[in-house]
């Protein structure tokens, strides 16, 4: 599958770890462009790779409403 967000692009191992994460959770362009929109910035992308990670978490739905907590600040 085509992606619209290269990971090439991604300049720091923490963008492309979450990249990889996320196309192997559901290998859809909406689901991973509109994560990596919300949580930007390494620190913002690693917190949702230790969550992904802590809770073993695998449902997009849940993970776009994760997405934007981090977003927003708040404490998961």
Same mark, same amino acid.
């Given at each position: 599958m085509v992606?619209?967000i290269?990971?090439?692009k ?5 963008g492309?770890?979450?990249? !990889? #994460?996320l196309?192997n959770?559901?290998a859809? @362009?909406?689901f ?5 929109s919300?949580v930007?910035? &390494?620190e913002k992308?690693?917190?949702m790779i !230790? #969550?992904i990670a802590k809770?073993?978490?695998? @449902?997009p739905?849940?993970?776009?409403l ?5 977003? &927003?600040?708040?404490e998961?």
């Amino acid at each position: 599958m085509v992606f619209s967000i290269d990971r090439t692009k991604f300049k720091t191992e923490t963008g492309k770890q979450l990249y !990889d #994460l996320l196309t192997n959770i559901w290998a859809n @362009d909406d689901f991973i462009v509109g994560i990596l929109s919300e949580v930007k910035g &390494d620190e913002k992308r690693q917190r949702m790779i !230790d #969550l992904i990670a802590k809770d073993n978490i695998r @449902d997009p739905e849940t993970l776009v409403l994760a997405a934007s907590d981090i977003a &927003d600040g708040i404490e998961l």
